[in-house]
């Protein structure tokens, strides 16, 4: 076996890891080199990218998907690799502005969020719900809004009715970053290490949590949920980014955009 | 054989890249205790319309040692960065044991989650949470009493716009972020900073939070969102809340609500 085919392997078994970027990867970069590039807050930068999304233009839309990708150290991983998912979601996003590609339900955010959980062995708390998913979604709209907040010409349904959810679709990148986000909360936010039950009782109940905001011990319990990797086997850790995707529910599609 | 060799290098390789992930998180790897330096961290959160903090995204992080503790070792006494979401950036010759100022340094902290002046040991990690305003709208009055609500509530934050139809106002529940009200808005400044919206029906509105999302009606007659208020209403008692909807029934299909 050649030195290149290890090498080989290891690159593709990293490119299995980016879908868990965020949860593995992600928040290793750290420089004070950086300090002068990194020095807008990364959901501003993103935000003021997004407001150039008028239209279907793929150079606007890739280089959106470049800075998510480097906002949420996604880029970290081998060129190679993340280019092919970067590709994919760069796709899906161009199909949607213009009309052919399917959104994806905030339902896809909940799927995808709850399988890379499960497969990290996170505690019940990691797991997420629909409810919370909108009620970050509410949150960062001031942070967002010029992404969350402004749908694509032709994709409104009319008026909502009573009942109807704040978002319930999504273009593919946008749920990207809800799902990035998400996670991230996940790990590091008391608010959202919380199962259902507990946060029902803490806010409509007689019984508050004994989490509370100052309480580190989830995050460090996430934390070494991360470090231990769940029981990925070597066939789950190639197949999971896109099968991540495939959960979130960004299309797959034939070869590469066609910039 | 060149398929168990194969597969062999693969497990390897795994294990490899696994190692090399968990070893990135630092602390781990190694069973000696480091005698000298520590990581950093700065964070962005924010204070949202739930009255939760949110994390919102890394941010530049500075320190200055300040005293010695104990037997000091490491010779750097000042270090600046910017750490990306969740990151921790080393200083692997940090001055400890030591007493140091450390602080998330964007300029816009309006509190910090952690006294800046702190005791640093070897290996830690300190972190350094700034909270940032966060431009939400404000609704007058915003809190009501259901049994006799304001017959308008105002809105007040910017941005507002009735070029191409009135800005339209939804009222979510703020737990299931289902939408309980709506109506438009009935009139808005001239300046665009605030707006007025007569009351909607708020039957099935019960004790509880309560999101108002204004959005301006833009030239194509598509809603474009402009921010949320926050309020909270009385004094019904609401029904045990709803469990939130099953993903894998609700997915594409038929439980998707507009």
Known sequence: ????????????????????????????????????????????????????????????????????????????????????????????????????????????????????????????????NVFEVRRLEMNFLPFLSKFIGKKPVGTSHGPKALGSSFNPEMSPLEAVVIANLLIQQKRVNPAYQLTQDEWVAKHYGKNSSKHEFGDKSRSDEMEKAIKRGGDLSVSELVKLPHRALDMLGVERGEGRTGQ | MKIKTLKVVFVLAAVFTLGTVINCG???????????????RGENWFFGSDGQFHFLSGTSVSGNWISDTGT??????????????????????????????????????????????????????????????????????????LASPPATVSIGGGGFNATYGMPVIEYYDQYSGVLVAYATASSVASDGSSLQVVTPDLNGVYTGGYNIVVSNKAADGSNSMVGIAAFSACCIDPPPPDPPPDPEGCGQGPCLIY
């Open chain 2, 72 to 145: 000091p070792h490491g010779s750097t006494t000042s270090f600046a960065g910017f750490t990306n979401s969740g990151a921790s950036m080393d200083i692997p010759d940090g001055r400890v044991p030591a007493n140091w100022r450390i602080l998330a340094t964007n300029g816009a902290c309006l509190q910090v989650l952690e006294p800046s002046q702190r005791n640093v040991t070897a290996g830690s990690t300190q972190l350094a949470r700034c909270v940032v305003s966060t431009l939400f709208l404000t609704a007058a009055p915003d809190s009501i009493n």
């Open chain 1, 1 to 128: 076996m050649s030195k290149r085919n290890s090498l080989l392997g290891v690159l593709f078994l990293s490119s299995a890891l980016f879908a868990t970027a965020v949860l593995v990867f992600g928040g290793r970069r750290a420089s004070s080199q950086d300090f002068q590039n990194d020095r807008a807050d990364s959901i501003a930068r993103i935000n003021s990218k997004a407001e150039l999304l008028d239209t279907a233009d793929e150079t606007v839309i890739r280089d959106l998907t470049d800075e998510v990708f480097m906002s949420f150290d996604a880029d970290l991983a081998p060129p190679e690799i993340s280019d092919s998912l970067k590709d994919r979601i760069v796709r899906a996003e161009v199909n949607y502005r213009r009309g052919y590609g399917k959104p994806v339900s905030e339902f896809g955010v909940v799927r995808m969020t709850n399988m890379l959980m499960k497969k990290l062995q996170a505690p019940a708390y990691a797991q997420t």
């Open chain 2, 26 to 40: 630092g602390g781990g790897g190694g069973s000696t205790q480091p005698t000298v330096g520590f990581k950093a």
